[in-house]
Structure formats: C-alpha cells, structure tokens
T-cell receptor, first 116, second 112 residues
Framework: GAVVSQHPSRVICKSGTSVKIECRSL??????MFWYRQFPKQSLMLMAT?????????EQGVEKDKFLINHASLTLSTLTVTSAHPEDSSFYIC????????????FGPGTRLTVT | GEDVEQSLFLSVREGDSSVINCTYT??????LYWYKQEPGAGLQLLTY?????DMKQDQRLTVLLNKKDKHLSLRIADTQTGDSAIYFC????????????FGGGTRVLVKP
C-alpha cells in the first residue's frame, strides 16, 4: 500500500501557541488530502479537504481561521492549529488519495496534540 | 442521509472466525471500505469493495455486501491476537466526491 507520513507524532504545547502538523505522501502524488480529528474511543471526524494549489474546503462547524491548512505541493499538506486551547487536544489524522486511483485512501499514523 | 453504524465490541477466541457488521444508509455509495486501527496509530486500509460486487476475498478477509439491505460485513478467518484492534467501515457516497463517512468503529478483542 501507499505510505503517508505525519510529523510530529506527538506534540505538547502551551495554551495560546500555534502548532503545525505535516502530512506527506511518500511514494505517490496526492492532489487531495483530508484532515480528521479523533477523540478517545470515537470515530473520525472530517475537518477539511485540502486541495493542492487552492483553498481548503472546511466541514460545517470547523473554524477555518483556527485550523489553517496549506497544500503547497502534491506531496505535502500542513495543518496549523492557531492559538491552541486545551479543548484542541486530540488525535489528528491525515489521509490522501492516490491521484491515479482515487478510490484508495491512505491514512497517516496520526499526531497526538496535547495543549496544556 | 449519511449514517454508518457498527456494533461497539466483539470478543472472539484465537483461531475462530470473526464477523464484523456494518450498516450504511447512502445507496449511492460507490465504494465501501474496511480500515483497521491499532492503539495510538492511524488507519490501515484492509480492503474495499465496489458497489456492484457481492463478495470480495483477500487471504483471511472476506467482505460481503448486501446492497438491498445496505449491509456490509467483514469476516476474518483464523483470527489471531494481532487482529485485536478497532475496525472501521466507511462509505464513499457518490455526491461526496472523495470524502468518506466512517462508522463508529468495532473494537475486536481476540482472546488466547
């Protein structure tokens, strides 16, 4: 299967600071990537669709000014959590569709964010 | 509407078969997926089935799709302790582009 990486795997930050999470497709190009949030023992909640070279599409209820998404290349999307608060603590997972087989969506290993 | 449901928990003995069930509501879904998540990790794509298929087999995994009842199942033969994880089914509704809708996940515990 295709490989998607995320960095960092874990991050602890103080309230009010910003944190950037990277999502990379290592062996394929991905015009579209997705960012999810997962609370403990719950399913994945889609936050936004990241589109290479254009603005991200946010799901209803997700603050675009708080969760900044940049998809600057065909292999990299970044999620920046701005002015983080303890309630932003969560597991953030990205995924990517291979451009040549859009029905296969591959997930990164996730980033555990803890805001103190 | 979009709603994917799964049972919360399944306990199975090592060597037995596991069957995880899922129901979905969007009949336009073109693909249906099974993902596995181990503790603290991302999701691993196990298998998927196209909506015009009834069954797909891949080694120990068998996916059955009943489009009429909107029911999807995953059978794991000869379940091993390494199969203990959370299993998510997901649908890709036609109108949603490449977005997936996930079920709540089924926690599978394999006992020796």
């Amino acid at each position: 299967g295709a490989v998607v990486s995320q960095h960092p795997s874990r991050v602890i930050c103080k309230s009010g600071t910003s944190v950037k999470i990277e999502c990379r497709s290592l062996d394929f190009q991905a015009t579209t990537m997705f960012w999810y949030r997962q609370f403990p023992k719950q399913s994945l909640m889609l936050m936004a669709t990241s589109n290479e070279g254009s603005k991200a599409t946010y799901e209803q209820g997700v603050e675009k000014d708080k969760f900044l998404i940049n998809h600057a290349s065909l292999t990299l999307s970044t999620l920046t959590v701005t002015s983080a608060h303890p309630e932003d603590s969560s597991f953030y997972i990205c995924s990517a569709n291979r451009d040549r087989s859009l029905y296969e969506q591959y997930f990164g290993p996730g980033t555990r964010l803890t805001v103190t | 509407g979009e709603d994917v449901e799964q049972s919360l928990f399944l306990s199975v003995r090592e060597g037995d078969s596991s069957v995880i069930n899922c129901t979905y509501t969007d009949s336009s879904s073109t693909y249906l997926y099974w993902y596995k998540q181990e503790p603290g990790a991302g999701l691993q794509l196990l298998t998927y089935i196209f909506s015009n298929m009834d069954m797909k087999q891949d080694q120990r995994l068998t996916v059955l799709l009943n489009k009429k009842d909107k029911h999807l199942s995953l059978r794991i033969a000869d379940t091993q302790t390494g199969d203990s994880a959370i299993y998510f089914c997901a649908e890709k509704p036609k109108a949603a582009g490449n977005k997936l809708t996930f079920g709540g996940g089924t926690r599978v515990l394999v006992k020796p």
